[in-house]
């Protein structure tokens, strides 16, 4: 889900409008590769690479085929270094089960997999994330469900919920932390990897570690960011 967006872009996630499984399958074929995302090379995923530079297309254009911009294509400071993190501490995660929130192009969900979770769900609002997150979690040989409903505000027997760079936007932000914080008394796990995004809380939180993680100057206007892995509550 969201970032830090290039160019001033819209920060909009309002749901995708319906589109077919092969149509989106399609397109992203088409306009990806097969890429090691750099901070965590044993995972890869259908990201699109500078010849692609989905991001260079208008707002317009984007709109016309039906595509919100496509943050699924591209491997995100935050979701980067928890991924790593679940990968490093396969114990966090192991013979549970976990919720990959806001996936986009479902890495951290995939990491939870290979970690040895009991069983994972990615979600995300937008629609082609779930052609990506099949792509992907095929090409890693591991099996991964998906859900584009809005899950913010209800319950589910999660053990741990996963959730990368999502404190980007301050209305999204004053939805996540009521339903976080109520997680948290179900019991509920919650780590979150965040780049320094804008709207982190500022206290409720424990640092697990920090990564240098290689990113998309076109994207984030570094090739470098600094990315804590939080434990929420």
Known sequence: MGRGLPHGRSRSRAVTPPISPGRAEAFIRANTALIAPPHVP???????????????????????????PP???FAWAGGQGLARHVLDNAGLVQGRKVLDFASGSGLVAIAAAKAGAAHV??????????????????????????TDNDLVGTSGAWDVILAGDVF??????????????????????ILVGDPGRAYLPKTGLE???????????????????????????
């Open 121 to 146: 769900l990615a979600a995300d609002i937008d629609a082609f994330c779930a052609a990506a997150v099949r792509l992907n979690a095929a090409a890693n040989g591991v099996a991964v469900d998906f």
């Open 207 to 233: 640092g697990l570690a920090t990564y240098e993680v290689p990113v998309t100057r076109a994207l984030e206007d570094t090739e470098v960011k600094k990315t804590t892995v939080w434990r929420f509550g």
């Open 71 to 73: 943050f699924w294509a």
């Open 42 to 68: 044993e995972i890869r995923l259908h990201l699109a690479d500078e010849a692609h530079d989905l991001w260079q297309r208008t707002e317009e254009e984007l709109e016309a085929i039906g595509l919100p």
């Open 168 to 189: 980007y936007d301050r209305a999204f932000a004053d939805r996540l932390l009521p339903w976080f914080a109520q997680m948290r008394i179900c019991g509920c796990e």
